[in-house]
Every structure is written in C-alpha cells, then in structure tokens.
C-alpha cells in the first residue's frame, strides 16, 4: 500500500551517525517518478529526501547511490538488487519550519520519500526579512534560492570558481540583486561596497549603480588617489627607501613626525591633540621637503677651526628636488670636512628621490589635491577622499585598479583597505561609522595580494578584517580562481562559500575542508557544475545548496576582457609602428602619443535613411 | 524619401591633421582615438558618409594603425 505512494522510494535499512543506508523498492526502478505532474530524477546525488517521523519530517541529501552505497554487511550477499542509496541527515521539520540539525533518528524500516516542490519550500523558502534573492535551486527552478544578508556580509564570504565558470557575473548579480533589490519589504538605499576591481570589469556592468575611481580615469570616472601620508609610516618607509632599520629608520622617522607636529601647529587638526601625535597620525606632510632635509644634512661640509662652518654654495630647490651644493670635502686639516653625524643614507634617499619622479606612483606619492605643499598645506583633508569612496552617491564605488603596474597592487590594495578600515573602525560610534552604516569590502583576484606567505600590506589588512571586522561593521567577500594560493587565515575566517565550477585538486580540496564530513560528497559536483551555478553553504545559507545564478541583462554583464585571437589572427596585417608602443613603455601610459597633436574636432552628424 | 540629420549613434566628433595624417575620432561613450596614416580624401568620405560609424568600421578601423588617446 506504500507504494502505492508516487513518492515513496523505499526504506531505512541501516543508520550510523548521520547517516542512513536506504533500501530503494522495485517500484521506482525507471529512475524517474511523476508527482503532480511534475517529473522527479530518483536518487540524484544532492538531491532532498524526507523521512516522516508522525508529527515531524527529517530532511536528508543523498550522498551516494548505487554499488558503492550498499552496505557493508550485505555486500557479498547474492540476494541484492545493487538499488541502494546513501543519505546524511541534515535537519527535521516541525509544522512549516526548517531546522538544520536532527532531534532523533530514524528507524529502521522507516519509509523514505522523494522531497517534491512543496516539501523544497519549507526547507529553503525563507520568509524573514533581510533575504536576498540570488537565483533558482538548480533541482526545482521555481524555488528561489535565498541568502541572509546579515549573515553574508557579517562572517565574510568567499567566492571561488575557474576561469570562465561565472564569478564575476555572479558578483555583478550579486551586487545588483542587494543594491536593486525591489520588492517593498526588502530594499537597501543605504547599501555601502567597495568593490577592488583588478581587471576593470564591473565599471560597465553596474555603472547606473556604482561610482567609479580609477588609476587611468575614462569619462564619468573619478581619478583613484591615495594620500600617501594617511599610511603606515614603516611600511611606507620600506616602499619609499628600499627598507632602512635600526638610527637610520630613526632619521626618517624623526624627521617625519616634526613635519607632522609642524603642518599641525599651522593649520591645527580637529582631533588632534599636539602631544599625542605619533608618526603614525595621519597628517599631511611634504615629500619633497622631507626628502630636502635629509639630503642637506647629509652632503653638508663644513669649514673653519671649529669645523663648524657650513660651506653650503647654492640651495638647491626642494620643489624641484634639486639638493643644495656644498663645498666638497677634502683630506687634511684645512677641510672642508664631512658631517660626522650623517647617518648613511644617501643611498636610501636616492631610492627615494627616483621614486618621487616615477610617473607609476604618482597615484600615491602626487595625489593631486591631497599632495601637500613644502609648509605641509594640503589643498584638501582626508574627509573629501573618504567621501567619495565610501559615502558615495551610489551604493557600491568600484576603485578599478586595470592598469596598475603588479609592483604597486599589492601595496596599493593594502593601502585602500588600511585606510578604510582604520576610519571606519575609529568612527565606530557615529553615524558614518561601520556599525551604523556597516561595509561589505569586495576582493576581486584575492590571490594575486592574499598569497599564503602574506607578510604584506593587503594580507595583513584583510587578517584584521576578517578576525575583527564583524564586530566593527566591515565585512569582506573574497573572490578568487586559486583557493589554494590564499592565505589560510583569511579563507577560514570566511563564513560563506559560493563554489562555482573548480577542477584543480589542489583547490577543490581546500573547498572541501571546509565543509562537515557527511555532507564533503555534495562537493563532488564541483568540476561538473555548469557555468553560472554554485553550490552556497556556511552561515547565509541554511542548508548547502546548488542553485543557478540569475543572469543580470545583457548590457549590465561583466565584460570579459579576453582577445578574440581567432577574429583578431583573421584580420588583414595593419601598417605598424612600434616607435609607438615605445612611447607608450617609457611613458608608462597606455594612452601616451608619440606627439601630441592639436586635432579639431566637429561635431558629426549621421543622415537618416529612413523615410 | 526624406533625408535629415541625426546624432550618429556612436561617433560623437572626428578632426584630421594633414601634416601627419592623423584621424581623430571621438566616441559617444567619450573616449577618443587617433588613427594614423589615413589619407585626407578618406577622411573627406568619411565626413560625407551617411553613417559615421558604419564608415568607420567598413574602411579604417581594421586598416589603420590606432592608438586610445583620451
């Protein structure tokens, strides 16, 4: 009489732990059963089955079918139809509600049935406010898969997949689904991303939702500067002279901190307290000055029987990084003699000086506005740049980094996130703060500066992100093709994990880990997903789930950056001229010409044809 | 059949220099390219062309050398 049940599938044969060996019945030997008119595939692996126990339903995914999951006892045994099934419980319902974890087990004997439409909804659909939709269960397409957003942004994410297996229109989804969400119960005008785009993809996509800063600006974009006194002074050091240690450190450093203490002491800082500043604080202070100061003192030569007579003959320009001249020192009683004081490091401030006129940094060491002039005037304070990245007239501000020499990403992503987490993590009691207005930080290519040897910048900022963030409203999404390249801290502070299509052993391993035993055979789908479908699990997400992200439209997709070599390879040879590709090298411009011409342009206009 | 002015649906403005023969073309979307080696009479068809785009695609964009100016 069970079977006569279309959704019967047969019974409870063994239960260890978790999980459950399920005789199949002979009745859904074609594999394939219609439930209201629907057709169900028996036995997929991932799949929902339901075992009701009277007043409560047990949830459980089947994880294995077929020789393998025969148990062991019965193996040999000839009487065997091979029909089995492996399940792990996962949850029970009670009424209408879903819950993760068991209450009791079943019994052998128990009856196990197919989970239909009905029966995915109490398991997925999530009613409570806050869900986002992302896509469509890959099982049932009319079921939407959901994630909780406080969960998503507060325990980090991660989003892992190959190339071309859909990450970034996942994201562009992603992102557009939080920021456009319609319906009334869930909308997010005050949504705040930052998302770090290394290969310029999104700034088309999600243009009518987010501002754009960039190294190399196009139209409508903003320019990308970084102040580079808003830093950490040692590791700014370190980049600025090659690394200096133990007085020498402390010749810069000194001098640095009396600029600060001065540039404060003439336009006096709010918050700022005179004895409290440390050569940390993030006041403006000149390069070229600091630069200026340190070279004089130590190329001056002195005369006299004191030898206390500076010999200095022109004084140079610090504006224009010309150092003063002095006489040169000389053997002998008469002098001109040396500094004895000097600390060594002219070859450091050459380093430095070069650095200064290298077109590469000027994102960093001329920032425009935020570049102080000698006194330590700068035109504008740090609240205008932290305006425009984070309280923006669109919610997300993609800081697109296409164009940024591999040297500097590193130290330039550490950058941007150091300053904005210090001030968000500073003005966590006001209004613009994390907590109030809380930031979800988006890590596009995470490999590239997270790598497992991380002592830099990057890895050490998105460490304190990721251990410490949650508490302060910052919370990270990591995105990236190597999972097995990232450092460990970070992937395991993530909560999340989208899992789209991954072949590499070496990653789909470090996927694995992550997730509870039982369940690790659901991940065995990884190579074979198809494009655009992940596997969500951990915290925004009740129960592991495969699901298809929706497509955003055409025009709002991510636009894959990659030469069309066959279309290109087929086009007739063009004259070509390399002086030009040089130009562009020694400029480090892409868009440098070998001369600039005055062209003026007309406006055109086109002739209609159409009647 | 009436014929009348419209925007281009992608060229926004094109100048020439004779001295180098450089084309300049600015896209609708504002960036701006300069094509190099384009004899003036086919930039005089090009300003004649009904369809500035069209034009642009057909004879110079996979002819000619270019480079993003801006």
């Not at chain 1, 994102?363 to 102080?372: D, I, R, Y």
């Not at chain 2, 896209?27 to 500035?52: R, T």
């Amino acid at each position: 009489m069970l079977s006569q049940d279309p959704t019967y599938l047969g019974t409870v044969a063994s239960v260890s732990g978790s999980s459950l060996s399920v005789h199949l019945v002979q009745s859904v030997a074609s594999g394939l059963s219609v439930i209201e008119g629907r057709a169900y595939k028996i036995g997929q692996v991932g799949s929902f089955v339901r075992i009701p126990q009277g007043y409560q339903d047990l949830f459980g995914v089947v994880s294995g079918v077929g020789a393998k999951a025969v148990p062991e006892s019965i193996k040999n045994s000839v009487f065997d139809t091979g029909r089995w099934m492996q399940v792990q419980l996962v949850g029970e319902a009670i009424g209408g509600f879903f819950e993760r974890g068991i209450s009791q087990y079943p019994n052998v004997g128990d009856s196990v049935h197919i989970t239909t439409e009905s029966g995915l909804v109490r398991i997925y659909g999530a009613h409570d406010k806050g869900h986002i939709t992302i896509g469509t269960l890959s099982s049932a397409e009319s079921i939407p898969a959901k994630v909780a957003l406080d969960e998503l942004i507060t325990r980090h994410s991660a989003v892992l997949g190959s190339t071309g297996s859909g990450k970034s229109t996942a994201i562009a989804s992603l992102l557009r689904s939080i920021t456009t969400s319609e319906s009334a119960e869930s909308s997010f005008p005050s949504a705040r991303v930052l998302l770090l785009d290394i290969h310029g993809e999104y700034s088309t996509a999600l243009n009518d939702v987010a501002s754009v800063f960039s190294v190399d600006p196009q139209p409508g974009e903003h320019k990308l500067l970084i102040p580079y006194w808003a830093l950490d002074t040692s590791d700014f050091l370190n980049f600025l002279t090659g690394g200096v240690d133990g007085s020498r450190e402390t010749a810069f450093t000194d001098k640095i901190f009396d600029l600060k203490v001065n540039s404060h002491k003439a336009y006096i800082f709010a918050g700022v307290d005179e004895s409290s500043i440390t050569v940390d604080t993030p006041l403006p202070f000149s390069l070229k000055k600091l630069w200026y100061e340190l070279i004089d003192f130590e190329i001056a030569t002195f005369e006299g029987p004191d030898r206390d007579q500076p010999t200095r003959q022109s004084d140079g320009d610090a504006s224009k990084l010309i150092p003063p001249i002095y006489k040169p020192h000389a053997m002998g009683a008469k002098g001109p003699f040396i500094n004895q004081q000097a600390y060594g490091i002219r070859r450091q401030l050459n380093l430095f000086r070069s650095k200064l006129v290298d077109r590469r940094y000027d994102f960093l060491l001329h920032p425009g506005p935020w570049e102080p002039d000698l006194d330590g005037k700068s035109k504008e304070d740090l609240d205008s740049l932290l305006a425009g990245w984070l309280g923006g007239q669109k919610p997300i501000t993609i800081i697109d980094l296409s164009g940024v020499p591999s040297t500097v990403l590193e130290r330039l992503v550490g950058s941007i996130l150091k300053i904005v987490y210090e001030s968000l993590f500073w003005s966590r009691e006001k209004s613009e703060g994390g907590i109030e207005r809380p930031l979800l930080v988006v890590l596009e290519e995470a490999h590239r500066y997270l790598s497992n040897d991380g002592t830099s910048l990057a890895s050490e900022t998105v460490r304190k992100i990721a251990k410490e963030g949650r508490k302060y409203g910052v919370g990270a999404m990591v995105i990236s093709q190597r999972p097995s390249e990232i450092d460990e801290t970070i992937l395991s502070q993530c909560g999340t994990f989208f899992a789209l299509r991954l072949s590499n052993p070496t990653d789909r391993s470090r996927v694995q880990g992550i997730l509870p035993d039982g369940l690790t055979s659901l991940l065995d789908l990884l190579p074979v997903l198809r494009t655009g479908e992940a596997i969500i699990m951990g915290e925004a997400a009740k129960l592991p789930m495969r699901c298809r992200i929706t497509l955003p439209c055409k025009e709002h997709q991510p636009r894959s950056s990659d030469p069309k070599v066959s279309q290109q390879w087929s086009l007739p040879r063009r004259k070509e001229g390399y002086e030009r590709v040089v130009a562009s090298w020694r400029a480090q411009r892409p868009r440098a010409v070998i001369r600039e011409l005055r062209i003026d342009r007309k406006k055109v206009t086109d002739i209609s044809n159409e009647e | 059949m009436e014929r009348y002015p419209v925007t281009s649906s992608n060229v926004a403005s094109i100048g020439y220099d004779e001295g180098s023969e450089t084309l300049e073309v600015e896209f609708v979307d504002g960036s701006i390219y300069q094509y190099y080696g384009v004899p003036q009479n086919l930039y005089e068809q090009m300003i004649q062309a009904s369809s500035k785009g069209r034009f642009l695609h057909a004879y110079i964009k996979n002819a000619y050398p270019y480079s993003r100016v801006g």
